[in-house]
């Protein structure tokens, strides 16, 4: 058998006044209603849940705590549930899941995150960091709504808004050779040691940067970390590509950089805005999706 809601909240309001009467009353509901539930209730159970003191009120049996302990959960997670339910249509309120690749969230989401909450302030967003495998399996299984990512590989279910093209640059130490020049060729780097963002795709991509000079480059590190990139590099320990630049020449640990353009004819990286394309985009996420590209639209990322 199964105890409905109403029930349950019956029993529980019981317990807590140890009345029927004044559970009835706090309940706005008739007596006989309450002393029917109840009893209902045990005969289909098979149990005392109250025992009956004359003049006295009503008391929880054993059998009664454990039913009233866990009908409190039930109750509280059910009343969780219909705020959820409530907020999931509602633009103002409730939580989105967004992605966003590494080197792009560090550039662009604090800002678009505190520009977001000051409009919408009642839309809590959570940010989930992934490569771009990772970005495009949560949004194909539905554990991210939309995600800041690039456009590798990217397959028919997923569509994506491009925000901005991103020319590669050459992140180099502040004494290199080259730290002074306006920009440089990859002809020139090809001998020195290059330190990779090694994700996937990422890693594709300026490996075909290379391809398209006709080089190979001489890979020193390989790291998963956009910040160790920049520190080693600031620590003459070779030079690296990147498309997203930080405001500031200082790494992570103090160290300083010199980032130039590349001269060379070379294919940028392309920041998306993704989705599901069979998904019809809740209004708090297509809120956030129109706020993120705006911002882009506006150049509120120029240096």
Known sequence: MQLSFRTLRYIVETADCESVTEAARRLNVTQPSVSSAVAQAEKELGVQIFIRHH?????LSVAGKQLVDEA?????????????TQSLGDPLSGEIVVGSFPTLAMRYMPQIIGGFAK????????LIEGDQNEILSA?????MEVA??????LPPEIHGHELAALPPFALLAPDHRLAG????RLADLADDPFILLDLPHSRDYFSSLFAACGL??????????????????????GFSLHNVLPLGPVAYDGSRIAMLPVHDDLPPARAMLLHLARQDLRPAVRAFSDHLRNAFAAGAFAA
Do not use: H, W
């Open 148 to 153: 800041l990512a690039y456009d590798f590989a």
């Open 216 to 237: 190979r480059p001489n890979i020193a590190f390989r790291t998963r970390s956009p910040e160790l990139v920049r520190g080693l590099v600031g620590n003459g320990r």
């Open 72 to 84: 409190r959960l039930l109750l509280a997670q059910a009343t969780e549930f219909a705020r959820l």
């Open 55 to 59: 003049a006295r009120g009503m008391t």
């Open 181 to 184: 020049e306006k920009a440089v």
């Open 139 to 143: 949004l194909a299984s539905g554990r």
């Open 119 to 126: 409009l919408f302030p009642n839309i809590s967003v959570r």
